[in-house]
């Protein structure tokens, strides 16, 4: 799988199996480095987000766009 294939396959992960299912134990094996949370209502680090889930279930997203560059991937979502 290449690496383009894998940060697909992440970003489905994330939005369909972590928010969309709540499967919220998944999230710490889709991050690298310090996680910056860029919602102002959770703090940084992977912990507030996997409690949130955990208590609320899931957290309804649709993905709307993806582009991948090299490393880089721009998702726009709604949530």
Known sequence: MNN?????ESIRTLYGKVFNAGQADL???LIAGPYIQHNPLFPNGPEPLIGYLKQAGSWPCE???VAID????FVH???
């Open 4 to 8: 383009r294939a894998k940060m697909e």
């Open 27 to 29: 999230l710490p094996g």
């Open 63 to 65: 993905v709307k766009r």
């Open 70 to 73: 090299g490393n880089l991937a």
């Open 77 to 79: 979502v709604r949530c």
